[in-house]
Nanobody
Framework: QVQLVESGGGLVQAGGSLRLSCAAS????????MGWFRQAPGKEREFVAA????????YYADAVKGRFTISRDNAKNTVHLQMNSLKPEDTAVYYC????????????????WGQGTQVTVSS
């Protein structure tokens, strides 16, 4: 498994931006598809975005398409989620995850998970 640590969360006003980072250790992420998921209080965890191993293919949930951008830097073993035009409904704990296989929107496909970082968007 790969060890993942998220950072970059915080409190932001609606319309603002945040950039989440996910730093990996123990293993190179170059063989892993990477994803971001989120879980709001009282709700199920949901898919946010994913990127293939080379970074050439990206996938987004409809709710964030056009506002969020996922990227990866295999040389630095990091993954980022740029979040723009944030809305109060984006408030959640955001988790980074790694899948030793094909990229997927399903959490079941991911082998390793970070501890999460809180994002709070005020109205």
């Amino acid at each position: 498994q790969v060890q993942l640590v998220e950072s970059g969360g915080g409190l932001v006003q609606a319309g603002g931006s945040l950039r989440l980072s996910c730093a990996a250790s123990e293993r190179s992420i170059s063989n892993y598809a990477m994803g971001w998921f989120r879980q709001a209080p009282g709700k199920e965890r949901e898919f946010v975005a994913a990127v293939g191993r080379s970074g050439g293919s990206t996938y987004y949930a409809d709710a964030v398409k056009g506002r969020f951008t996922i990227s990866r830097d295999n040389a630095k073993n990091t993954v980022h989620l740029q979040m723009n035009s944030l809305k109060p409904e984006d408030t959640a704990v955001y988790y980074c995850a790694a899948s030793y296989g094909v990229v997927s929107k399903g959490g079941y496909a991911y082998d390793s998970w970070g501890q999460g970082t809180q994002v709070t968007v005020s109205s």
